[in-house]
């Protein structure tokens, strides 16, 4: 019976995200993996709410968002800044169908893990679950973990209990919003795997890679082949010898299409689709070129490794490469034509390489998902023990 009890006082903690890209996803996995290795007895659960929600609402949510930002981005841009500042009133239709349909399938299943505390790391996590506390559907403490560098109107609800923010910048933004209630700038959470040491040479000599080159990594998992094929033609450009770790991510058309393409160019590529080895690529490269998700800076940051930023999502992609501009910590190329230039001077120039490398220490926060990890069991997991 003693052993009974004692199990019942462990701790719950219940991560909730959306789908609709990796980034949140991968927030969530971090502080999941980061609470389990501070603490092996908590129980953690990571969710995709999207399966507990009735399908119309997976249809906006998911489908929608990515139909708008991967074909038509200049309206999501508008439909972005139109609400930055102030949620529009047609979200008052999503709380009265919210009420009426009470989210039963989430609410059954909040209901049996009882939760100690919930974890958001989407807007739309963070509206659900807020409406869902205002209506007194669910009761246990709500944090916001923001995961963009920017903030946005529709992630300020007013019964989230605190927020954790990876910058100062975005704690000025939730002030300017004019919130009270408690926050903490923690930094964003990365895999905790980001903090281990890495071999260069192992991996140069896993990969095929020469020493005597510098590393470009591509993360192309959202780009055209076109795109890839005319970024790969800048890449001759380039003044020094490179070689370039390119990454498809599960999309098989581009994996085809760079392997067809790997003998082409006179430089060596090295082509990976879907891998769960991307933090020690960044680590081992030079510089990384990239779409400016959250998620990505945030583990580029952790890396200490130059970044440039091609095709920024208009709103949250596009403040996220700002924000690092003004630090001093990475860079957007505009136009393609301009990438070797780009390249040339954050790989071959000294003093330009200490620059990025020195303000990227500043910003970077490797220790953030153990960070974020302790307060939750400090401050909301140990006192049901």
């Known amino acids: 019976m003693s052993t009974l009890k004692s199990f019942e006082r462990y701790g719950r903690v219940l991560i909730c995200s959306i789908l ?130 920017g903030l946005h109107a529709y992630l300020v609800r007013s019964h989230i209990d605190m927020y954790l923010l990876p910058t100062q910048r975005t704690a000025q933004c939730l002030m300017d919003f004019g919130w009270k209630k408690p926050y903490t700038v923690t930094g964003m959470p990365v895999e905790p795997s980001i903090i281990k040491e890495v071999s260069h040479t192992q991996l140069y000599r896993e990969w095929g890679l020469r020493p005597d080159c510098k590393t470009i990594l591509l993360i192309g998992t959202n780009f055209s082949s076109s795109l890839i094929d005319s970024i790969f033609r800048q890449f001759q450009k380039v003044s020094g010898s490179i070689q370039v770790i390119a990454l498809a991510g599960r999309q098989k058309a581009p994996i085809r299409y760079l392997r067809r ?99 990227i220490l500043r910003l970077a926060k490797p220790n953030a998902t153990f960070n974020i990890a302790a307060l939750i069991l400090s401050d909301f997991i140990s006192k049901h023990r």
């Open 20 to 149: 609709s890209g990796m980034g949140h996803k991968r927030a969530g996995d971090a502080i999941m993996h980061g609470i389990e290795m501070l603490d092996s007895t908590t129980r953690v659960r990571h969710i995709n709410v999207l399966n507990y929600i009735p399908v119309s609402y997976r249809l906006i949510y998911k489908e929608m968002y990515e139909i708008i930002t991967k074909n038509i981005p200049a309206i999501y841009s508008i439909l972005y800044h139109a609400s930055k500042n102030k949620v529009p009133k047609v979200w008052k239709t999503f709380h009265q169908t919210a009420r009426m349909h009470r989210m039963k399938n989430l609410h059954a299943f909040i209901d049996g893990f009882e939760p100690d505390v919930i974890l958001s790391t989407h807007y739309v996590t963070s509206m659900i679950l807020s409406e869902m506390k205002r209506m007194g559907i669910i009761n246990a403490p709500l944090i916001g973990v923001c995961t963009d560098f």
């Open 261 to 359: 393409k790997e003998k082409k160019y006179n430089f060596t590529i090295r082509v990976f689709g879907f891998t769960d080895r991307i933090l020690d690529m960044m680590k081992i490269a030079d510089l990384v070129i990239s779409k400016p998700g959250a998620m990505t800076v945030a583990e580029i940051l952790s890396s200490g490794t130059p970044f440039i930023a091609l095709k920024p999502i208009p709103g949250q992609e596009r403040i996220n490469i700002q924000m690092l501009e003004e630090e001093g910590a990475a860079r957007m190329v505009t136009h393609i034509t301009r990438l070797p230039a780009a390249i040339n001077e954050m790989l071959y120039d000294v003093k330009t390489v200490e620059h990025y490398r020195r303000n």
